[in-house]
């Protein structure tokens, strides 16, 4: 009898082992299949702000595009006509009326290079209110061969855009710059005859792409070629910081990553664990082609899945 009894015993027990295992398996199954949803949205999800991202990055390498064909329309018209100060008036307004992007333009000669008894001949105008104000930057105070606009791409010899800075003296506004070097032939021999610049204002440069953080609920950034930030919702970092400072001060190697990504013409995602208030973070990048800045959108896990 005691025998039957623990029989009996032994099956229930074994019967209630097959029931939790079931059990279990079943509840693995259903974690497993939720997890695996839950993965697959996220998935989805990366894949849709990549997309946005790349359609952003190809918008504003259009827009880049179009801004330095600007200047070198204007360096072949110099390479190949003289033209005087009225003319020079003319062609620089012409400019900024038909290009609203644009913020202000010069043109600046070597000395001599325009009259013959004036060393500093450099014209700029530049938008105030809903005027285009016509000026030069003559003189020894601005001193216009030593700015970087026009002694980098002197001395490289190409065209370069120029990091982020305030220009006092000129456009008195922080901004970036395109210059571009023209010459003139004499003999059979190219000779370096001065520089044509485009400025686009860092406001007109954040309006720009704001948008896409408004749709994402992120926070985007704009950055040169060498790190610096041009575009970002906390205004301070603008022109003072770089993405790698950033990640210096902060103590955030994945930023250090994500600029050396850049650097190289990478594009890709990477997450900042409990970046802020114990919150994942992921910073969505690509870069700008044209002009080899960079692109980022900040986007904190809370808002994900926002719609």
Same mark, same amino acid.
């Given at each position: 009898m005691m025998s039957d009894f623990k029989d009996i015993k032994k099956?229930?027990?074994?019967?209630?082992?097959?029931?939790?295992?079931?059990?279990?398996?079943?509840?693995?199954?259903?974690?497993?299949k939720l997890a695996y949803k839950e993965i697959f949205r996220k998935n989805i999800k990366i894949e849709e702000i990549q997309d946005h991202l790349s359609a952003e990055v190809k918008m504003i390498n259009t827009i880049i595009k179009s801004i330095q064909s600007t200047p070198q329309?204007?360096?072949?018209?110099?390479?190949?006509?003289?033209?005087?100060?009225?003319?020079?008036?003319?062609?620089?307004? #012409?400019?900024l009326f038909n290009n609203e992007e644009l913020y202000g333009s010069a043109i600046a000669f070597e000395?001599? =290079? &325009? =009259? $013959?008894?004036? &060393?500093? $001949?450099?014209?700029?105008?530049?938008?105030? $209110?809903? #005027?285009?104000?016509?000026?030069?930057?003559?003189?020894?105070?601005? $001193?216009?061969f030593?700015?970087? %606009?026009?002694?980098?791409?002197?001395?490289?010899?190409?065209?370069? %855009?120029?990091?982020?800075?305030?220009?006092d003296g000129g456009?008195?506004?922080?901004?970036?710059?395109?210059?571009?070097?023209?010459? =003139?032939?004499?003999?059979?021999?190219e000779l370096f005859h001065g520089i044509v610049t485009v400025d686009v204002s860092v406001e007109w440069l954040t309006k720009a792409v704001q948008s896409m953080g408004e749709i994402?609920?992120?926070?985007?950034?704009?950055?040169?070629?060498n790190g610096t930030i041009i575009s970002a919702p906390e205004k301070n970092s603008i022109f003072h910081e770089t993405i790698f400072t950033i990640a210096a001060e902060r103590k955030l190697p994945v930023l250090r990553e994500i600029g050396r990504d850049l650097q190289k013409g990478k594009s890709g995602y990477k997450i900042l664990y409990n970046y802020e208030n114990n919150e994942d973070w992921y910073v969505f990048y690509s870069p700008v082609e044209s002009n080899k800045w960079g692109l980022l959108i900040l986007l904190p896990e809370s808002k994900f899945f926002r719609k």
């Open positions: 099956g229930f027990q074994g019967i209630a082992i097959i029931l939790s295992f079931i059990l279990a398996c079943i509840i693995l199954f259903y974690a497993g329309d204007l360096a072949y018209i110099l390479e190949f006509h003289d033209i005087d100060k009225n003319e020079i008036k003319i062609l620089l307004e #012409s400019v000395p001599y =290079k &325009l =009259k $013959n008894d004036s &060393l500093y $001949n450099s014209f700029y105008v530049y938008k105030k $209110n809903d #005027s285009i104000i016509f000026t030069d930057l003559n003189g020894p105070k601005y $001193n216009y030593y700015k970087d %606009w026009y002694i980098i791409p002197r001395t490289l010899n190409k065209p370069v %855009w120029s990091e982020p800075y305030y220009d456009g008195n506004q922080i901004m970036s710059t395109y210059s571009v070097p023209f010459y =003139k032939f004499n003999k059979n021999k994402l609920y992120g926070y985007p950034m704009l950055i040169s070629e």
